[in-house]
């Protein structure tokens, strides 16, 4: 079972709703950021630059952070 | 349509409740003035006694006492107070009705149900053909005549497995004795064979939708079982959008050629990843007025499928996020009622 990021129904306060399995999550503010960031940005560079900029983090933190997130939502089969 | 008037079966809405206050409910919404004739097997189905429910019950012969009796009574009860349209909604009236078309034509009374063949190729001992035909995954399975055979089957599927009777029931053994006790009490409830599944582990998901006739759906709805009873019945549930269900659906469907209302059962094996098909039920479930909340009228469609000959509207699309709950009410009767529907096998019961 794996749904596009895309298709996740988020709501602004970090509600996700996986519309494919009806689960729903509570995300951290963090997961949440790197959420829409891995959404409006065309691709993963885009992403952590974007993270970057806006919340004044060094790359290392930023790319630690993608790498731990993306590896949470690969096991409850999202895909970014 | 205001003229419409139908009847309608299983009004029970407990423990284990039945489709029936459900249809009615969702067709009050769509014609509020149609007449609905509650057909019961039992004074105490609840959904005799809600408010909004049926303009007149008549108590019914079990359709196991055979054809004669379903047919007499039902004519004593169309002289009485004729009704155009029969939505039968338990798995054994099915069973009954589809050798009774004829006679039901005869009678001025329509409906809406699949072929023999149709309803025989997603008969528990024969799903896993049909599955096998669709490309679906179904748990293994294996028919079993006696206890004996029961044990011996097992050895080969391990424990724990569902014990599945003919026609309706499932029970859950852990190891030998209680798959003994399940077999016996299965095959003398329900008859020979009775089925062993291989068990899976993950949530349970839902479909209910239209059949056409021809292969096509004219609607579905699909939840994941959110809150599941020790029966396993399901109080909660949560509208989902997958492709992967939706295909199964449509490919169950075209094979079966089905007609009329259906519920599709399947749970995703977490170990594999993928649904497992589970049941194929020829009626709608008990939670089809969760879908005429947000749109989309199963019943509704069904009565304009049979009054009109023609294939229903397609309904609207059943979006994900929307949930239902079962919510517990109670409702009220009188003695007298109860007196009049124990006793008294013409009374029409206006309430």
Known sequence: ?80 | MNALRIAVSGLHRGENPQPGAGIIRSLRRQYPHAYIAGLIYDAMESGIYVEGGPDAIFPMPYPTNGAEAFLERLDTILAQSPVDIFIPTLDSEVELLVHLKDELAKRGLRTCLPEKAALAQRAKNRLGALANTCQVMMPETISVHSVAAAVWAARKLGYPLMVKGQYYDAKYAGNEAELASAVSKLLSEWGAPAMLQRCIHGPEFNALGLGDGEGGIAGLCCIRKTIVSDKGKGLGGMTICDKRLTGICQRLIRELRWRGPFEIEVMLDEARGEYALIEINPRFPAWIDFPSMIGANFPAALVEMIATGGPAAPLPECPAGHFYLRHQVEVHGHIDQLAALSTSADFSAKL
């Not at chain 1, 895309?6 to 951290?28: H, R, W, Y």
């Not at chain 1, 630059?49 to 806006?54: G, H, P, R, S, V």
């Open chain 1, 1 to 80: 079972m794996s749904t596009p990021l895309s298709e996740i129904m988020l709501n602004d306060k970090g509600f996700a709703f996986d519309p494919a399995t009806g689960e729903s999550f509570q995300l951290s503010t963090t997961g949440l950021e790197i959420v829409r960031a891995l959404r409006d940005a065309p691709d993963r560079d885009a992403a952590l630059a974007k993270l970057i900029a806006e919340f004044e983090v060094d790359e290392n933190t930023a790319r630690r952070d993608i790498d731990q997130f993306l590896s949470s939502i690969e096991k409850i089969g999202w895909l970014p």
